[in-house]
């Protein structure tokens, strides 16, 4: 998935937690599910940057020799660039892209 085109902002964004609450009734259980998906979220960026820089990974065991590559430095810069996870999971939140289920409250329904 490409973060970037996300239309999650940058900086932190104050929410109207009411508003994000509806759905499940319950603030804390909003924010584990924003949590969870935040904690994916992040873990794909990190797999998909660790994959970028093993391209330029050295396997050398002089520490004197330190190379800057132009193109690792403007991966690096690119994902430091992007939406934090935490921003980019409350965003989908609110559009209605993340899908969540609670087992004890299907539980208690039959």
């Known amino acids: 998935m490409d973060y970037r085109r996300s239309k999650a902002p940058t900086t932190t964004v104050t929410r109207d ?8 009734g319950n ?21 998909d940057l660790e994959k970028k820089l093993q391209e330029f990974a050295f396997y050398n065991d002089n520490l004197e020799e330190v190379f800057e590559n132009r193109e690792q430095i403007e991966i690096s810069r690119y994902y430091e660039k992007l939406p934090k996870p935490t921003l980019i999971a409350a965003q989908e939140y609110e559009n209605g892209k993340i899908y969540y289920r609670n087992p004890l409250k299907e539980k208690s329904n039959l």
């Open 17 to 24: 937690m009411l508003k994000l609450c509806r759905d499940t």
């Open 27 to 47: 603030v804390y259980e909003t924010l584990m599910v924003i949590a969870k998906r935040a904690n994916q979220i992040s873990s794909e960026i990190k797999h």
